[in-house]
């Protein structure tokens, strides 16, 4: 019983830590994101784009540091030694839960480019986060319902467009896109991976940078 005690007491300091350096991080971020929202295209706004990179690269690498102290979790990752954080990449995954993105950026941070994914664009409303994914150059997709396509077929093949649009930006600059292979609702009708037994981190294909 008295060591469930100090496990528990541990996770909550390690909460409130974590809390509090991420509450410090996207202070800073939204600073970084006015300096990007008042600076002109071209090489001061890709500086700012490097300083919200590095605030993110430090957040993920303190979320792994805090993890490690809460849970005895091994690791087994296999990575390619020619992995380029200049280059540009797409991160293909199986999907089970919300552990994913977390072992992905396990995985992959500071190795590529800082992990994106596309966003509804209703997200750019939730506090302080939505901000944070503008600032980090997040693709904002806009995805017709199919009560909308069925009262205007020309919506139909309308979210590839926006997807391309969304993507422009990546042209030229390093990138590594995030998909999961089976949507974000997992079921075992949806899956494309042979086994269960499959790591989360299943597939990266690097792309023409």
């Not at 996770?11 to 809390?19: E, R």
């Not at 090489?43 to 300083?51: D, E, S």
């Not at 939730?126 to 150059?137: E, I, Q, R, T, Y």
């Amino acid at each position: 019983m008295f060591s469930t005690i100090l496990h528990n007491l541990r996770g909550i300091l390690i909460l409130l830590i974590l809390g509090a350096y991420t509450i410090v991080l996207v202070g800073l971020l939204m600073v970084v994101t006015v300096g990007k929202l008042l600076s002109p295209p071209g090489g001061v706004r890709n500086t700012f784009n490097r300083i919200a990179a590095g605030l993110v690269e430090l957040w993920i690498g303190l979320n792994n540091r805090m993890f490690a102290l809460n849970r005895g979790t091994r690791w087994d990752i296999e990575v390619p030694a020619s992995l380029d954080r200049e280059g540009c990449y797409l991160v293909a995954s199986n999907h089970q839960s919300w552990v994913d993105i977390l072992a992905l950026q396990k995985a992959f941070n500071r190795r590529l480019p800082i992990l994106r994914f596309f966003i509804k664009q209703e997200l750019i409303w939730v506090p302080f986060l939505g901000a944070a994914w503008w600032a980090l150059d997040f693709p904002f997709m806009r995805r017709p319902s199919r009560e909308e396509i069925a009262r205007n077929p020309k919506l139909k093949g309308k979210d590839l467009e926006n997807a391309r649009r969304a993507c422009e930006k990546f042209r030229e600059r390093p990138v590594a896109m995030m998909t999961f292979a089976e949507g974000t609702r997992f079921s075992a009708a949806a899956r494309v991976w042979p086994s269960q037994d499959v790591s989360p981190v299943t597939a990266m294909t690097r792309g023409a940078g």
